[in-house]
């Protein structure tokens, strides 16, 4: 159990091993499963549990601390790795409710099996006293599930909003340290979770401007103690703005398409165009999630499989459609040997990127000098676009 402010304890647990969540989303520096206990005059509120994994942890900090009683725990979202322990909570603590709201409630009850009873229902600007302290429950929803709120600690000016403003970080610093050290796993974190939500959540930090907020207490990683660093980040973040940047992931089987990116990165960078290339058969989610955030324009490339797109290609396609990024535009690269449906079924799968799609180019075999002379006039419209929009 470790001190925040006065009264105000981190009790939750840092997972240094984790390498995965969702068995999808990979975690090269752990995370941490944050919860808040804080001891009111009159009552004790826990804010949020822990992964089920972690569960022991969570209990042994409450027992060797002293905590006999707990009145409420506040539960600002269903999924299981901050309320996942509610129940192992309750058999320690019967009498404790736990506060949520409408949706949130139905959530825990159906992935939890808890009852009805064991709540008490807020919702939006509701506060509960705990005799000297003051909660206020503000809704934030979609960051990254509909029905999470966050908790306004008033006298305090703390903000509690579970996963929104979170990083995936497992390290001993209760607080951000260094900010230039956090702003990578934040970013990550929040393409990888947040970023198809960002409508949703320049309107949750439209809504926070009239709270005077002095410090943020996540749900994963570190607790911010000047809380405009990453709302301005995340005000960054999810604004409609992209850069003057392509990102260019690609597989390749026999080399045509290799040689195709080779070239086409080559001459986006000869015209003042930023370009990251990612070989699908080794890059990682997160780093693909993270140029999404900022990319103006993907051209993906891929070899023809079997009449179609390489499935690692596929895969792409298939995690930026769901990730639904803000890039303005699209292409397609690749090769073919005999015949292809390449470029028809991965812009299919990216149906829902409401991006203009730029002429795509694709090689009968090895690219030949006319097939350099489309890439470059690929390069071209790319940048006369980027242009059109003030990025260069
Ligand atoms: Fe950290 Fe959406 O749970």
Redesign the pocket.
Known sequence: MRKIADNIYSVGAIDWDRRLFDELIPLPDGTSYNSYLIKGQEKTVLIDTVDPEKTEILIDNLVSAGVTKIDYIVAH?G?Q??SGSINDVLLLYPDAKVVANEKCKKMLIDLLCLDESNFLTIKEGDTLSLGDRTLEFIDTPWV??PETFSTYLQEDKILFPC?FF?SHLATSDIFVENESAIYGPAKRYYAEIMSPFRRQIRGNLKKLEKFNIEMIAP??GPVYKNPKFIIDAYAKWASEDVKNYVMLPYVSMHDSTRKMVEYFSQSLMDRGVKVDVFNLTDVELGKLAMGLVDAATIVLASPTMLIGAHPSAGYAAFLVNALRPKTKFMSIIGSYGWGSKMVDQLTGMMSQVKAEIIEPVVTKGYPTEDDYAKLDELADAIVAKHKEASLM
Do not use: N
């Open positions: 979202h999924e790795d901050h990254h599930w996963d979170g749900s994963h």
